[in-house]
C-alpha cells in the first residue's frame, strides 16, 4: 500500500540523518525499499495521470519539511537535514502536518492569511484542524488545495532561479517585463538592459512598445537570507536622479526589510519586487512554468433552462 505524504515525513528524514547531502531520487528509492511498494505501485499513476504517485507524495513531504526548516535544499536535487530535522527525530513525535504547525515559517506558508481578509486572521485552516467549523464547502476545500499547490510552485521556483547564473537572471528579467507589455519586443528590451551597473542602475527598458518613456532597472540576484534594506533602493534612487529618470523597478530574488518596505521617495515611482513577488509574476505570465493539467467545475446554466420555459 503507498503510504500518504504526512506517514512519509518521520521516514524522509530519517533516509538523511546522517548528515550528509544526498540525491532526492536516490532518497525515493530508499523509501519505496523501507515500505516495500511493489513495481506497479512505485510507478502507478497519480489521479491526473501525468506522474508517479508515490514520488509525487514524496515530494510534498520534502516541500513542508523544507517548509518548517527541518531539511535544507542548496542545489537542485540535492537534500541534507538541518539542526531542527534532527531535533524533530529525537524528540520522537509524530512527524506531520499538526506537528509542523509548531515552525512559524510552515505556517505562513500552509495557511497564509488573506491580505484583503483579516477575519481568517482567527480561523483554522481545515486542513490543519478537521475540527474547525464551521464546516468547508467543496469549492473552499479545492481553493485551499489550489493555494498550496500555487505556493509550492513558487517555492519551487524560485529555488531554480537562485540556482541561475545572474546573466540568466537578467534575461529572465527581461522576459518578464516584455510579457507584462514593456519593452515592445525581446530584441529592443535586450538592448536596453544586461550593461554592467551605471551607478546603482543594470538596464533601462521601455515603458511602452513606442517608447515614450522609460523605466531604469536594478536587479539583484541575492540569497533569501541577504535582505536588501533602505539604503540599497535610497542608492538606486539617487541614480534615478542622475539619470533625470522619475521611474525604477528594483527586483531582487531576496526580500525587503521594513523600512525598505515603507520607502516612498518623493518625485519617483519606485516598484519593488521581491523573490515571492517575482515568481508570482513568472507564474501568472507563463515564464519558466507550463500547465501541468487543468480541471474544469462546472455548473448549471440557469439561463439556458429559463430559456425552455419561453
Given at each position: 500500500m503507498i503510504p500518504d505524504y504526512q506517514t512519509l515525513m518521520r521516514p524522509l528524514l530519517e533516509c538523511i540523518q546522517d548528515g550528509q547531502e544526498h540525491l532526492f531520487k536516490n532518497v525515493i528509492e530508499q523509501l519505496?525499499?523501507?515500505?516495500?511498494?511493489?513495481?506497479?505501485?512505485?510507478?502507478?499513476?497519480?489521479?491526473?495521470?501525468?506522474?508517479?504517485?508515490?514520488?509525487?507524495?514524496?515530494?510534498?513531504?520534502?516541500?513542508?519539511?523544507?517548509k518548517a526548516g527541518l531539511l535544507e535544499?542548496?542545489?537542485?536535487?540535492?537534500?541534507?537535514?538541518?539542526?531542527?530535522?534532527?531535533?524533530?527525530l529525537k524528540s520522537k513525535k509524530k512527524i506531520d502536518v499538526t506537528y509542523l504547525t509548531g515552525y512559524p515559517n510552515f505556517v505562513?506558508?500552509?495557511?497564509?492569511?488573506?491580505?484583503?481578509?483579516?477575519?481568517?486572521?482567527?480561523?483554522?485552516?481545515?486542513?490543519?484542524?478537521?475540527?474547525?467549523?464551521?464546516?468547508?464547502?467543496?469549492?473552499?476545500?479545492?481553493?485551499?488545495?489550489y493555494e498550496q499547490i500555487h505556493n509550492k510552485l513558487s517555492s519551487e521556483l524560485l529555488d531554480v532561479v537562485l540556482m541561475q547564473d545572474f546573466a540568466f537572471f537578467e534575461r529572465l528579467v527581461v522576459e518578464l517585463l516584455v510579457k507584462m507589455g514593456y519593452g515592445g519586443s525581446i530584441q529592443d528590451a535586450g538592448q536596453a538592459i544586461g550593461r554592467t551597473g551605471d551607478e546603482g542602475i543594470d538596464g533601462i527598458?521601455?515603458?511602452?512598445?513606442?517608447?515614450?518613456?522609460?523605466?531604469?532597472?536594478?536587479?539583484?540576484?541575492?540569497?533569501?537570507?541577504?535582505?536588501?534594506?533602505?539604503?540599497?533602493?535610497?542608492?538606486?534612487?539617487?541614480a534615478l536622479a542622475g539619470q533625470g529618470s522619475t521611474k525604477g523597478i528594483f527586483i531582487t530574488t531576496s526580500s525587503f526589510t521594513k523600512e525598505a518596505q515603507s520607502y516612498k521617495?518623493?518625485?519617483?515611482?519606485?516598484?519593488?519586487?521581491?523573490?515571492?513577488?517575482?515568481?508570482?509574476?513568472?507564474?501568472?505570465?507563463?515564464?519558466?512554468?507550463?500547465?501541468?493539467?487543468s480541471y474544469e467545475i462546472k455548473r448549471i446554466d440557469r439561463d439556458y433552462f429559463n430559456d425552455l420555459d419561453d
Open positions: 519505496a525499499d523501507r515500505f516495500e511498494l511493489t513495481r506497479e505501485e512505485r510507478e502507478q499513476l497519480a489521479p491526473s495521470g501525468h506522474s508517479a504517485l508515490f514520488s509525487g507524495r514524496v515530494g510534498w513531504a520534502k516541500t513542508y519539511l523544507k535544499q542548496r542545489k537542485r536535487g540535492i537534500l541534507s537535514i538541518s539542526s531542527l530535522g534532527i531535533k524533530a505562513d506558508f500552509y495557511a497564509p492569511l488573506s491580505r484583503n481578509d483579516k477575519t481568517r486572521e482567527n480561523e483554522c485552516a481545515p486542513a490543519i484542524d478537521p475540527e474547525c467549523t464551521p464546516p468547508v464547502t467543496p469549492e473552499e476545500t479545492i481553493a485551499h488545495a527598458i521601455k515603458e511602452d512598445k513606442l517608447g515614450l518613456d522609460v523605466v531604469h532597472i536594478q536587479a539583484k540576484k541575492w540569497n533569501r537570507n541577504n535582505t536588501v534594506g533602505r539604503p540599497e533602493l535610497q542608492k538606486f534612487v539617487g521617495p518623493q518625485g519617483v515611482k519606485l516598484v519593488k519586487i521581491d523573490g515571492e513577488k517575482l515568481t508570482q509574476l513568472m507564474i501568472e505570465y507563463g515564464l519558466g512554468v507550463t500547465t501541468a493539467f
